[in-house]
């Protein structure tokens, strides 16, 4: 029987995600999630990605901030199993953004 310390949701939405080495992004791709959890995000991939390797991704949350303002949840971990098409990260940090962001950003400095 597994033992899981956090619950997992299916949910199944776009991602974006970055393999990062060093200083640069090594490889880019779309996937899409099949589960999420607060410890970690098991998506498909259209290749394996290597084991170990940290990656961020960028995945569009189904809920809306206020009803009408798409979130992004962008997570940073590590893969920690890769088989065939399927990937799992192990997020080490996150952070929820909206999607209108930088809009936001550069109309406050126009608009004063």
Not at 8 to 29: C, D, M, N, S, W
Request: glycine share 8%.
């Amino acid at each position: 029987m597994e033992h899981r310390k956090t619950d997992r949701f299916p949910i199944e939405t776009e991602i974006r995600y970055k393999l990062l080495e060093a200083a640069h992004v090594a490889q880019t791709g779309h996937a899409k999630s099949i589960n999420i959890s607060s410890g970690g995000i098991l998506f498909t991939t259209k290749s394996q990605l290597p084991v170990g390797q940290r990656a961020e991704l960028s995945v569009n949350w189904p809920a809306q901030l206020n009803e009408h303002c798409g979130l992004k949840l962008v997570a940073i971990g590590i893969i920690v199993r890769s088989s065939g098409n399927n990937a799992a990260i192990r997020i080490e940090k996150y952070d929820f953004r909206t999607c209108a962001a930088v809009a936001f950003a550069g109309s406050a400095q126009t608009g004063n």
